[in-house]
């Protein structure tokens, strides 16, 4: 049995200053709002308590609880005074994990976890000026993961990942034309339900001379997910599969390479990102 335990205090305070002002056609300058404001972290203690367990040199197991935050900040001052800071984030995690050795050459790993997030920092829009923002919902992620590392054969490594993923945010309101709508939960953006990857790297010797050629590939198959707060279906991306390959050279001496790549092996067209500015 092994226990980790830690504990940080940090002390941060963040200030921010400045003005903004209008441009009248006729070239007047009408003064705006001023800023001069400074926040203090409100919640500075984060730390971490694990317990592992080794019923035998291969297996390895653990449960781990830790609480971390990201300091709160400041949103532009075009925005409405109550869009212009946001608070702390806090977020307490869960885990459950594995990892076993399945002889020399293959390594099993597998977690489950949960998130607790009060005050997530979440990605917003103002659709009438146009000024992204950050605001606090609460939200909580449940997930799992598997990791499959091997080699098959001297010269050859295989991986493969299994991920799932349930995120929700909690309590969103949007206003559109003037009318306030109320969201009781959205799926967190960036947050694909389930991915899989795969790797295959093959060393292949040029003769006896230490010359060799690394070949390798990757894929990720990525499932549907959202990149607005309030889900706008005709932002949501669907599934993709993205696909890299390389051939490298390495000299006997490896001190330099040559490598050539296809990167989007597929042609997949997908989106990196999106915002609805519609009013």
Do not use: C
């Amino acid at each position: 049995w092994r226990l980790v335990a830690g504990l940080r205090y940090t002390d941060e305070t963040r200030r921010a200053s400045g003005e903004s002002w209008t441009e009248l056609a006729d070239g007047t300058i009408v003064p705006g709002d001023t800023r001069d404001q400074e926040r203090k972290m409100d919640k500075p203690l984060s730390g971490k308590l694990a317990l592992e367990f080794r019923p035998s040199d291969s297996v390895l197991a653990y449960a781990s609880v830790n609480r971390g935050t990201k300091s709160g900040g400041f949103n532009s001052i075009e925005l409405p005074p109550e869009n212009r800071e946001f608070s702390d984030e806090r977020l307490t995690a869960f885990e459950l994990g594995t990892k076993i050795s399945l002889g020399a050459a293959t390594t099993l790993n597998a977690a489950a976890f949960y998130y607790d997030y009060n005050g997530y920092q979440l990605r917003n829009l103002d659709q009438a000026l146009l000024e992204v923002f950050i605001n606090n919902n609460d939200a909580e992620v449940y997930g799992g993961e598997v990791e499959l590392f091997t080699r098959p054969a001297r010269n050859l490594d295989l991986a493969l990942g299994l991920s799932l993923l349930d995120a929700t945010v909690f309590d969103l309101y949007r206003e559109v034309s003037g009318q306030v709508f109320h969201f009781p939960e959205r799926v967190m953006q960036q947050a694909p339900p389930f991915t899989f990857n795969a790797a295959v790297t093959w060393r292949l010797p040029l003769g006896s001379s230490g010359r060799r050629l690394d070949l390798h590939t990757n894929f990720n198959w990525v499932d549907a997910q959202q990149y607005t707060a309030y889900n706008d279906p005709s932002l949501e991306q669907e599934p993709y599969l993205y696909g890299y390959a390389s051939v490298t050279y390495r000299p006997r001496r490896d001190n330099w390479q040559a490598f050539i790549w296809v990167k989007n092996l597929f042609n997949e067209e997908y989106r990196r990102g999106g915002d609805d500015v519609s009013l």
